[in-house]
């Protein structure tokens, strides 16, 4: 049984997207980020950084979005969400994980937030730097998906390609989203097609990039 600490759009909604997926046991607890639920004692005693998403695993608490979609996938194999270990395919699985979570993610943390890096006066400096990144880990990932793709591990969807796609989510308004790369315009549209994204935006309650 799980428990996801989550807000909606968040982090939280590739981990929260994967459950449904597997059709895992799970309950939501939904946090007011704006009441700064996720700043209180309660919630930093499982998640010490404060930030979203926080996953009870009978009752224990595991972070990190990246981490949990490794977690997930594994936990539930009989949906082949991740390669086998040991395969070639499981290594280009990590690289893709980690390229998502350490390259582009970092990126859009500054974009969102992008008084942290550098205080409030440099704001704008840095949102133009992470644009840049963001924008040429799309023109990577975009190549790489024109020449192996339709999905990052070739023809089949594995949990990096969801990870990837509630990455593209978080570009729906820049100025160059994820979408204007033709391959990823095509795997967003294949990976909204699935049904647990629709069940996904029913239960986070959204509505935009649908
Ligand atoms: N590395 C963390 C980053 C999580 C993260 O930055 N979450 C954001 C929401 S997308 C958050 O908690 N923001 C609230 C805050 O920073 O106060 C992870 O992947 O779980």
Same mark, same amino acid.
């Given at each position: ?22 059709? +895992?046991?799970? $309950?939501?607890? *939904? =946090?007011?980020?704006? %009441? ?7 919630? @930093? ?79 704008? +400096?840095?949102? $133009?730097?992470? *644009? =840049?990144?963001?924008? %040429? ?7 790489? @998906? ?65």
């Amino acid at each position: 049984m799980y428990t996801l600490y989550y807000s909606p759009g968040a982090a939280s909604l590739v981990v929260h997207w994967l459950l449904i997926e597997t059709g +895992a046991r799970h $309950e939501l607890r *939904r =946090l007011d980020t704006a %009441a700064g639920e996720h700043k209180r004692p309660e919630y @930093l005693a499982l998640n010490p950084s404060g930030l979203i998403p926080t996953l009870l695993v009978h009752g224990e608490p595991l972070t990190e979005a990246a981490a949990l979609v490794l977690y997930l996938a594994d936990a539930h194999p009989h949906f082949g969400l991740a390669p086998a270990v040991g395969d070639i395919d499981r290594g280009r699985y990590y690289q893709w994980v980690l390229h998502l979570a350490n390259t582009l993610q970092p990126a859009f943390r500054i974009w969102f937030y992008p008084q942290e890096g550098a205080g409030e006066a440099n704001s704008e +400096a840095a949102k $133009e730097q992470a *644009r =840049l990144k963001i924008e %040429a880990a799309w023109a990577r990932i975009d190549a790489h @998906l024109q020449r192996r793709g339709p999905y990052l591990l070739g023809a089949g969807v594995s949990a990096a390609d969801f990870l990837l796609c509630m990455l593209m989510r978080w570009s729906r308004n820049m100025p160059r989203p994820a979408t204007a790369w033709p391959q990823l315009a095509a795997h967003a549209q294949r990976m909204k097609a699935r049904p647990s994204f629709r069940t996904l935006y029913e239960r986070e309650g959204l509505d935009e990039w649908r």
